[in-house]
């Protein structure tokens, strides 16, 4: 059984950092890509940043380069995503992914399994 369960968020003034973590299981020894998706009140699901579980090879949403940082930790079966320089815009509820496949989709119908949600809230 695939369980992601998500920890971190939460309410942070602009500029600040804050990171998230998701802790994977079910999808051990397979190979598998990670992503970061989130949603904005009354918006759609959206494309943050993706990994493969494997090669570590990263992939992000061309308007986070540079502000976000995805990454993964084995030995944890953990997933992370460190938000720097945040902004009001970032507030969303943010949710992990897993797809069983080692190619990166940025859309929500290439996953198959989330996260619980996490809300982030970026005060200015």
């Known amino acids: 059984q695939v369980q992601l369960v998500q920890s971190g968020g939460g309410w942070v003034q602009a500029g600040d950092s804050l990171s998230l973590s998701c802790v994977v299981s079910?999808?051990?020894?397979?190979?598998?890509?990670m992503g970061w998706f989130r949603q904005a009140p009354g918006k759609d699901r959206t494309f943050v940043a993706a990994?493969?579980?494997?090669?570590?090879?990263?992939v992000y949403a061309d308007s986070l380069k540079g502000r976000f940082t995805i990454s993964r930790d084995n030995a944890k079966n953990t997933m992370y995503l460190q938000m720097n320089s945040l902004k009001p815009e970032d507030t969303a509820v943010y949710y992990c992914?897993?797809?069983?496949?080692?190619?990166?989709?940025?859309?929500?119908?290439?996953?198959?399994?989330w996260g619980q949600g996490t809300q982030v809230t970026v005060s200015s």
């Open positions: 992914a897993g797809r069983l496949s080692e190619f990166v989709r940025l859309t929500t119908d290439g996953y198959s399994y």
């Open positions: 079910g999808l051990t020894g397979s190979s598998h890509v």
């Open positions: 990994i493969t579980w494997s090669g570590g090879d990263a």
